[in-house]
């Protein structure tokens, strides 16, 4: 056995003594990082030092940044890990050990060695093994399972009730990234190729040269168009890297609406058009087993009749409020509260809470902008820097046990642009948000104005005249 490796083990047994070790992650369930956005990471240990654990289901081999060892031992061994979006990155090779996650601690591993001084792992597919994932975005959990075939995972589905698809993952034939093939629409142009499925990007990316051969445009190349006064718009968006796509179909009538992606200016270096990640597939209660190649999505059935939208899951009768879905649980600071809309909101929408027992100094809810369905929203209440802007509405909400779904209205706050986290104080009307960051972390104003330009016919958008009033009784 090689030096290295008998040092690094023999400190192991020292550090490591007391808690058995898995070979297996089946089994666990753990909650995923809190924040408003979606985010397919949770928190776990190395040792003593508490790490970020980060699932990729597009790297082969587990990585883990400096920040997680205290004196981390490299072999002479190089590995090379390839980017679906990006150049190949050549890392050393180290020995992890001590990782823990949900409780579980796992057998040691080898694992490419990245320089960072926060704690970070990520966690390849050859931690994976027969481990299906299963992602609950209304509950913001990760749970990992066992793989089954995709016979197994289609009886399961249809023993669900709800609208399910199961969609068939391919595999790159060099890097055995698995691929999924999409088709993207922006006005009448559409583009279909295979992309990598990511379940560690925050937003999904496309590589800029085949989308423009079909015709798509860019964010910048549309605001040039529109020939407003610069100072009309922030001054963030002069570097402004993005497309805007009014439909990603994952297959015909499963996708969603109204996303911007993240642009590569290249070529394909992989030849995949780009990536996947959770604002496209995190609109529905995801399982991704890649021992059989299977992306099961599900989420409740909508029903339309006119202008009433209902949703129902399995047995359950359609209703307007199961369109809605409120969960929650302590927090150190407050609450924390998950808010998912299983419905489309054509015109945006505004769900107010309750809390049982209490009268807060303000009115409390979220807030949505228009878009499609599975969009779900997590914040503490209240959160910190409504300490600071509106002192005497955090501290009345502070000791808040529960939340229930109050009313919704069927048009956003305008004031909190985007998606988020708001509230109004009772007397002067005064507001506080917190907001999810833009797909291409613009903040929220600007995300909103390029958005609403690009999906007013390329125009500016002109002053609605205000709805009649109803005529008196």
Request: aromatic content about 6%; hydrophobic content about 40%; overall charge negative.
């Amino acid at each position: 056995m090689r030096p290295w490796l008998l040092a690094v083990l023999a400190a192991s047994c020292v550090r490591g003594s007391g808690p058995q070790a898995f070979d297996t992650l089946v089994g666990l369930e753990a909650p995923l990082l809190a924040g408003p956005g979606l985010r397919v990471a949770i928190q776990g240990q190395v040792f003593e030092v508490e790490a970020e654990i980060v699932i990729d289901v597009a790297t082969p081999m587990t990585m883990v940044t400096t920040g997680c060892l205290d004196r981390p031992m490299v072999s002479a061994a190089r590995v090379t890990i390839a980017d679906p979006m990006g150049a190949d990155e050549r890392l050393p090779v180290t020995r992890l050990a001590g990782l823990t996650i949900a409780g579980r601690r796992l057998t040691p591993m080898e694992a490419g060695l990245i320089e960072n001084r926060d704690c970070v792992v990520v966690l390849g597919t050859d931690r994976l093994g027969s481990t299906a994932l299963q992602l609950d975005p209304s509950h913001r959990a990760l749970r990992f399972v066992a793989a089954r075939s995709r016979e197994e995972w289609v009886a399961w589905a249809e023993g669900q009730g709800g609208e399910v698809q199961v969609l068939e993952l391919t595999r790159d034939p060099t890097h055995d990234w698995p691929l999924l093939a999409a088709r993207l629409s922006q006005g009448t142009s559409s583009f279909t190729g295979a992309f990598a499925l990511s379940t560690r990007e925050r937003s999904s990316r496309v590589f800029e040269a085949p989308v423009r051969q079909q015709g798509f445009s860019s964010t910048a190349d549309l605001l040039q168009a529109l020939a407003l006064p610069s100072a009309t718009l922030p001054a963030e968006l002069s570097s402004f890297q993005g497309m805007a796509m009014d439909r990603v179909e994952l297959s015909p009538g499963v996708g969603a609406q109204g996303l911007s992606f993240s642009l590569t200016r290249s070529g394909p270096v992989h030849g995949v058009a780009g990536a996947l990640a959770a604002d496209v597939w995190g609109r529905f209660e995801v399982t991704i087993d890649l021992s059989s190649n299977v992306l099961l999505l599900h989420r409740p059935r909508l029903f339309v009749a006119g202008q009433r939208l209902r949703c129902a899951r399995g047995a359950q009768p359609p209703s307007e409020d199961a369109c809605f879905e409120l969960q929650q649980v302590s927090s150190g600071p407050g609450l924390l509260v998950t808010a998912t809309v299983w419905r489309p909101l054509a015109e945006g929408g505004r769900l107010y809470l309750d809390f049982p027992g209490l009268s807060p100094e303000c009115r409390i809810g979220f807030t949505f902008d228009a878009g499609d369905r599975g969009r779900s929203t997590q914040h503490v209440l209240p959160w910190s820097r409504l300490f600071q802007s509106m002192s005497r509405c955090a501290q009345s909400l502070a000791p808040a046990k529960t939340a229930a779904l109050g009313l919704f209205e069927d048009s956003p706050l305008r004031e909190c642009p985007g998606i988020c986290a708001f509230a109004q104080d009772l007397r002067s009307g005064r507001v506080s948000c917190e907001c999810q960051p833009g797909p291409l972390g613009l903040p929220a104003d600007a995300e909103r104005q390029v958005l609403e330009r690009l999906r007013a016919g390329k125009k500016p958008l002109e002053p609605q005249a205000p709805e009649p009033a109803d005529p008196d009784p």
